[in-house]
């Protein structure tokens, strides 16, 4: 069983960065490949990036790559989203997600975040 809180979500302007961070409880954190999925208001959930379990591979939706970096601390059962140069359409419920598998599918992850709200504002 893992267990993930994340926090870091607020209100930016246009351009501006936030750091998501998602903490995860159980001890076999670092066996699970890590991901951040968003949702915007009336739009289907979809996939913003994905890193695997030693963090040495990373993978990231289209629309957010060269702007967000995901990274993970093992160490620390913490899985990060930085994101720069952010756009209203960024504005999302962030969610992170933990499987077995490395892909950009949500129906690939077994557990996942209650979620946290990024609003950016033109």
């Known amino acids: 069983q893992v267990q993930l809180v994340e926090s870091g979500g607020g209100l930016v302007q246009a351009g501006g960065s936030l750091r998501l961070s998602c903490a995860a409880s159980?001890?076999?954190?670092?066996?699970?490949?890590m991901a951040w999925f968003r949702q915007a208001p009336g739009k289907e959930r979809e996939f913003v990036a994905a890193?695997?379990?030693?963090?040495?591979?990373?993978h990231y939706a289209d629309s957010v790559k060269g702007r967000f970096t995901i990274s993970r601390d093992n160490a620390k059962k913490t899985v990060y989203l930085q994101m720069s140069s952010l756009k209203p359409e960024d504005t999302a419920v962030y969610y992170c997600?933990?499987?077995?598998?490395?892909?950009?599918?949500?129906?690939?992850?077994?557990?996942w975040g209650q979620g946290t709200q990024v609003t950016v504002s033109s």
């Open positions: 159980g001890r076999t954190f670092s066996r699970y490949v």
């Open positions: 997600a933990a499987g077995p598998k490395f892909t950009g599918r949500g129906d690939d992850y077994d557990y």
């Open positions: 890193i695997s379990w030693s963090g040495d591979s990373q």
